[in-house]
Each structure stands twice: as structure tokens, then as C-alpha cells.
């Protein structure tokens, strides 16, 4: 009964290297998500796919890309990472296509740019 | 466009306080509401949903009444306990094809014995 998983759980990256944060789900939902955790700043929408073949920017995209590989995988991706990105990041993934639209959530990658 | 506001914590309450977590919304449709918990060190679990104006969403202890009047979904619980220690989110779904999950900032809740 994995839900969403995510990988790494922990990373730490130095100033302009990049990484892709991976994402996958077995739930057959259509929408996948990605977060960032701040404190004192919620979770905030970087990008996010309504289904599989789509994606969209969400309230802070910039300086991320990401890929909807397939229907089960959403990665998102560091092209050249700053300490501005330094964070949590949560993939979420719904069913999508239907309401109410409740979200399932990985565990979470904790982000360290130095 | 949408936005969740919630209550700033940390909320400090003893075991068996009554607790009130406010949240109110802006959207411009007729959105589906939720309240998120997240434990320390874990990815966030569903607690509650309401769909419609006056539904009441409860789980656990906890609960929460979509008022469309006064735009808000404030969860409640009578009687917590230590265990209920969380940061809890308000969130909303716009009913549009975006399928976009908008989340508050959280608000902090730590239950002494």
C-alpha cells in the first residue's frame, strides 16, 4: 500500500548543481503536485499536471522544471539550484476530474542548497 | 485569485481544552474544503472534507461546517489530546478543470498533559 512515494528523502546540494526530485504513485490518480514547504509560508504550488501529457505553473515555478513521465510518475527538476530553494518538498497526487479533489502526500524531500 | 487564511500559531492548549482552529477562504467559484494534519516529520494525511455549503466534515474527534456565508471552515474539537499535537492546514479545490489544491499557512497546535 505505497500512495505516493518520493526519492531522496534527504538531499544536500551545493550552489548551481541540479537534481531531479522523483515522484511516483499507484493510485491511478490523473493529477500529481508539487509543493514546497517554508516556515511560516504553508505549502506553496510549484508545478502541478491535471493530467497525464499536462502541466502547469502553480504560485512559484521559477527556477524548476518538471516532467509527467507517465501517468504514475511527476518529477520535478533543479537546473541549477540556489539557497532560495532550500525547503521540503512534497509530490502530492488526486484523482482528479472529479470533486471534492482530495489530496494524497508523500513523505516528503528535505532540501539543503549550501 | 484563491487564497486560505488561517489562524497564526502556535496554538498552546492542556489536554482535554476545547480547540478552535480558524480558517476562512476567497474563491471566486464553489470550492471543495478540506483540513489537512501533519505530524513531525511526515507528509500531510487528509483529516476532514465538506463539499457543499452546511456540510459538516468530522473525523477523529475533529470537525468543520462549511459556511458559505461567512466563507469559512473552522475546525473544532471538543476534548484534545496530546497525541492531537500537529500543525493542521486549511485547503480548498476550485471546481475547474486547474484541479488546484490551495493550502494555508498552518497553524501550529501543541497539547500539554
Known amino acids: 500500500n505505497a500512495g505516493v512515494t518520493q526519492t531522496p528523502k534527504f538531499q544536500v546540494l551545493k550552489t548551481g548543481q541540479s537534481m531531479t526530485l522523483q515522484c511516483a504513485q499507484d493510485?491511478?490518480?490523473?493529477?500529481m503536485y508539487w509543493y514546497r514547504q517554508d516556515p511560516g509560508m504553508g505549502l506553496r504550488l510549484i508545478y502541478y499536471?491535471?493530467?497525464?501529457?499536462?502541466?502547469d505553473k502553480g504560485e512559484v515555478p521559477n527556477g524548476y522544471n518538471v516532467s509527467r513521465l507517465n501517468k504514475r510518475e511527476f518529477s520535478l527538476r533543479l537546473e541549477s539550484a540556489a539557497p532560495s530553494q532550500t525547503s521540503v518538498y512534497f509530490c502530492?497526487?488526486?484523482?482528479?476530474?472529479?470533486?471534492?479533489?482530495?489530496?494524497?502526500f508523500g513523505q516528503g524531500t528535505r532540501l539543503t542548497v549550501v | 485569485g484563491d487564497s486560505v487564511t488561517q489562524m497564526e500559531g502556535p496554538v498552546t492548549l492542556s489536554e482535554e481544552a476545547f480547540l478552535t482552529i480558524n480558517c476562512t477562504y476567497t474563491?471566486?467559484?464553489?470550492?471543495?474544503l478540506f483540513w489537512y494534519v501533519q505530524y513531525p516529520g511526515e507528509g500531510l494525511q487528509l483529516l476532514l472534507k465538506?463539499?457543499?455549503?452546511?456540510d459538516k466534515g468530522s473525523n477523529k474527534g475533529f470537525e468543520a461546517t462549511y459556511r458559505k456565508e461567512t466563507t469559512s471552515f473552522h475546525l473544532e474539537k471538543g476534548s484534545v489530546q496530546v497525541s492531537d499535537s500537529a500543525v493542521y492546514f486549511c485547503a480548498l479545490s476550485e471546481m475547474d478543470s486547474s484541479y488546484k489544491l490551495i493550502f494555508g499557512s498552518g497553524t501550529r497546535l501543541l497539547v500539554r498533559p
Open positions: 474563491a471566486t467559484g464553489y470550492p471543495s
Open positions: 502530492a497526487s488526486s484523482r482528479g476530474g472529479a470533486w471534492p479533489n482530495e489530496a494524497f
Open positions: 499536471s491535471a493530467s497525464e501529457g499536462t502541466t
Open positions: 493510485m491511478n490518480h490523473n493529477s
Open positions: 465538506a463539499t457543499k455549503a452546511d
